[in-house]
T-cell receptor, first 118, second 116 residues
Framework: AQKITQTQPGMFVQEKEAVTLDCTYD???????LFWYKQPSSGEMIFLIY??????QNATEGRYSLNFQKARKSANLVISASQLGDSAMYFC???????????????FGKGTHLIIQP | DTGVSQNPRHKITKRGQNVTFRCDPISEHNRLYWYRQTLGQGPEFLTY????????KSRLLSDRFSAERPKGSFSTLEIQRTEQGDSAMYLC??????????????FGPGTRLLVL
C-alpha cells in the first residue's frame, strides 16, 4: 500500500527565510510520481511541483524546489525567500501503481500548516 | 478563467436528504477525479473517469454514493440518504493523459457539505 507521511503539523517561519517541509513516502512500485500542492484557506488545491521516481535531477519551479532522496524515500519541499502569501496548508502526494488510493488517484499526506510571520 | 469549476461551493442539508454536486473539468482534459477531504486530513481518492467511463472506485465510496460523467464532459457526484459523517469538502480534479505517473491533476475550489 502507498503511504505519505508528513511529520510537521505546523510551522512558523519568518518572512524571507527559506523553509523545508518534510515528506516521506512508502510504495512497492518502482515507477511513481511525487507532487506537492498548496491549499490556502479558500480550499482550492494549487499544484506546485512534480518529481518522477526516475528523474535524475531534483525538480525546481521558481521559488520551489524538491529535495528528492530516493534511497531514504523522502521528497522534501523547499521554499526559498518565503513570503506572507505562502501561508497555507501544504500537501505531499504520490501517484503510482499499487493499492491504496487507486492506481490513478493521488495518495495524500495529512499536510503541514505553514505560517509566515512578518 | 478556464480552470476546474465546482457547484455549489457550499451545501447545507439535513440528514437523510439527497445532494448532488457538479464538476466542470478543464475542457481538454479526459480524466476527472473526485476526492473527499475531512477536517485536518489530506484529500482521499473516491473515484475517477476516463472520458465517460468510470474506471475505479475506492472502497470509501459506499453504495449511497454515485458518480456519472455523461458524454465525457462534466461530472456529478450524488450522495443519497446523507449522514452526518458525510460532512466534508468534496474536491474535483482533472488531468490529461493515459495514466502516466507525471500526469498533473488540477483541482477545483471544492464543495463544502455540512449535514445537520
Amino acid at each position: 500500500a502507498q503511504k505519505i507521511t508528513q511529520t510537521q503539523p505546523g510551522m512558523f517561519v519568518q518572512e524571507k527565510e527559506a523553509v523545508t517541509l518534510d515528506c516521506t513516502y512508502d510504495t512497492s512500485d518502482p515507477s511513481y510520481g511525487l507532487f506537492w500542492y498548496k491549499q490556502p484557506s479558500s480550499g482550492e488545491m494549487i499544484f506546485l511541483i512534480y518529481q518522477g521516481s526516475y528523474d535524475q535531477q531534483n525538480a525546481t519551479e521558481g521559488r520551489y524546489s524538491l529535495n528528492f532522496q530516493k534511497a531514504r524515500k523522502s521528497a522534501n519541499l523547499v521554499i526559498s525567500a518565503s513570503q506572507l502569501g505562502d501561508s497555507a496548508m501544504y500537501f505531499c502526494a504520490m501517484r503510482g501503481g499499487g493499492s491504496g488510493g487507486g492506481a490513478d488517484g493521488l495518495t495524500f499526506g495529512k499536510g503541514t500548516h505553514l505560517i509566515i510571520q512578518p | 478563467d478556464t480552470g476546474v469549476s465546482q457547484n455549489p461551493r457550499h451545501k447545507i442539508t439535513k440528514r437523510g436528504q439527497n445532494v448532488t454536486f457538479r464538476c466542470d473539468p478543464i475542457s481538454e482534459h479526459n480524466r476527472l477525479y473526485w476526492y473527499r477531504q475531512t477536517l485536518g486530513q489530506g484529500p482521499e481518492f473516491l473515484t475517477y473517469f476516463q472520458n465517460e467511463a468510470q474506471l475505479e472506485k475506492s472502497r470509501l465510496l459506499s453504495d449511497r454514493f454515485s458518480a456519472e460523467r455523461p458524454k465525457g464532459s462534466f461530472s456529478t457526484l450524488e450522495i443519497q440518504r446523507t449522514e452526518q459523517g458525510d460532512s466534508a469538502m468534496y474536491l474535483c480534479a482533472s488531468s490529461y493523459g493515459a495514466g502516466w505517473t507525471q500526469e498533473t491533476q488540477y483541482f477545483g475550489p471544492g464543495t463544502r457539505l455540512l449535514v445537520l
